[in-house]
């Protein structure tokens, strides 16, 4: 099963489980390769409002890890962590990005665009098939077909200001 197969197949799996501890599915993130691989799964809470709690993220880890197991989807050993996406918040679609407008975020594409890999600069508009950023006064639009990980960019405050 090639990788985006098993990442669906993961989101499948996963999801319903979310849903019915009331908690969303953000996504799936597969790494490593030779050995051990890492399945990444990442929950949010609706609207992101309330967080989600470590005990959630065992409890999920619990019943999917069993699900894994049976459903037998991921050749080979790996290791299965479970969390919220954090300050750093990856993103598994443009969509997701909605509402982050005027963040940093850092994109690393699939292959050079332009002689480039890596773009960082402030999100300026979000489109169904991509974005929008301004990196250096600079725009530049990214295809989501482009882009294999993008992620928030998480400024802390400057001293003495409250977040």
């Excluded at 619990?62 to 299965?80: C, F, H, K, N, T």
């Amino acid at each position: 099963m090639n990788e985006d197969r098993l990442r669906k197949a993961l989101e499948e799996l996963a999801a319903p489980m979310a849903q019915a501890m009331g908690l969303t599915l953000w996504g799936v993130e597969l790494t490593g390769g030779h050995g051990r691989g890492v399945v990444r799964v990442y929950l949010d809470s609706p609207g992101g409002e309330t967080g989600v709690t470590v005990d959630q993220c065992a409890e999920l880890s619990r019943d999917l890890s069993v699900a894994l197991d049976v459903e037998d989807l991921i050749p080979g050993s790996y290791y299965l962590e479970v969390s919220s996406p954090g300050l750093d918040r990856p993103f598994f679609s443009p969509r997701q990005m909605l509402g982050h407008e005027g963040a940093e975020v850092q994109v690393s594409l699939r292959g050079p665009v332009d002689g480039r890999r890596k773009y960082q600069g402030r999100l300026t508009a979000v489109e169904p098939d991509g974005f929008m950023i301004e990196e250096n006064g600079q725009p530049v639009r990214v295809a989501w077909s482009d882009v294999k990980k993008a992620a928030l960019r998480y400024e802390f405050p400057a001293k003495g200001q409250k977040a």
